[in-house]
């Protein structure tokens, strides 16, 4: 029984939960720290996310239950090692996304809705957009988008477009970092199930860095903006998030480049100490200019 709740939980990837936490993104950009209810609100987005998000999952790994027996990391998991049958996931997928419907009934029907794009794209992209060249990474940058305006709707306020084009360049920027990485990692080869090839790995790099300058560059714009003036008593302190940017950005990707990144770039982000230094400089630059 403690290998079978084991391998359950390793089905459902709780750690891939972390990148959910994006729909809070909307409670400190509009200045709702005090708010119990937007915090309330965002969490209930979040349960929901984690659920559809474990779906998810569930049915990616019984998709591919035959190539990830073939893969030499992605054998381990529950399906592909034999630990778990694949025919549990067409229980255990329509159970957690009949939660994750549940949970969001709590929210406006506009998050509902939201939710619904997130798992309708999502099975698209499983089941044939990750199998194409560009594509997959402008659809695994719209999935973290959809978080950030999921948690924007449940919360009552507006995506500013400031926020949406920040985040549609760096998210581009970290999806492309993805297939970089693991263009490094496999030394060239042609990546199992993907369209990338080694001869790929020059452009591939010149878009990753070239969406990450222009997140940059949004930033910079949106510090000059009026917005910033009315959210912020010091606003010309926000220009040294620029550079605090720039030296994460340009850290992670060279660190993809040495094969290094062997993880989705948010989640090796949470286990990296620089990416902490850089996130704590952030949070003590938006704390000085407020």
């Keep these: 029984m403690i290998l079978f709740l084991s391998a359950l939980v390793r089905l459902l990837r709780p750690h891939q939960w972390a990148k959910n936490l994006l729909v809070f993104v909307a409670v400190l950009t509009a200045h709702r720290y005090g708010d119990a209810g937007a915090w309330i609100a965002a969490a209930w987005m979040f349960a929901a996310f ?13 998709a591919d239950v035959v190539a990830d027996r073939a893969h030499p ?27 994750a419907a549940w949970v969001g009934s ?13 798992v309708a794209l999502s099975l698209v992209y499983t089941f044939a957009i990750k199998r194409l060249l560009w594509l997959d990474v402008l659809v695994l940058a719209a999935l973290y988008v959809l978080r950030v305006a999921a948690g924007a709707i449940a919360i009552a306020v507006a995506l500013s477009p ?28 042609v990546l199992d199930g993907r369209a990338y090839q080694a001869a790929d790995a020059p452009i591939v790099l010149a878009v990753g860095a070239a969406s990450a300058l222009t997140a940059v560059l949004v930033f910079a714009l949106y510090v000059q903006s009026e917005d910033v003036r009315r959210l912020y008593t010091h606003p010309e302190l926000l220009w040294l998030v ?16 040495r094969g290094l990144v062997r993880a989705d770039p948010i989640l090796f982000a949470l286990r990296d100490g620089g990416s902490y230094l850089s996130g704590l400089a952030l949070l003590g630059v938006f704390w000085c200019a407020l």
């Design 50 to 62: 984690c659920l559809a998000a474990s779906a998810i999952y569930v049915i990616n790994d019984a």
């Design 162 to 189: 400031w926020l949406f084009a920040f985040a549609l360049f760096l998210f581009v920027s970290l999806a492309t970092l993805k297939r970089y990485g693991e263009l490094a990692m496999h030394a060239g080869r």
């Design 242 to 257: 620029a550079p605090v940017l720039l030296y994460w950005l340009a850290r992670l990707w060279t660190l993809a480049g």
């Design 106 to 118: 709590m929210l406006p029907v506009a998050a509902l809705s939201i939710l619904g794009v997130y």
């Design 73 to 99: 990391d992605k054998s381990k998991r529950p399906f592909a090692s034999g630990a778990l049958s694949p025919k549990l996931a067409w229980s255990i997928a329509p159970l957690l996304l009949s939660g």
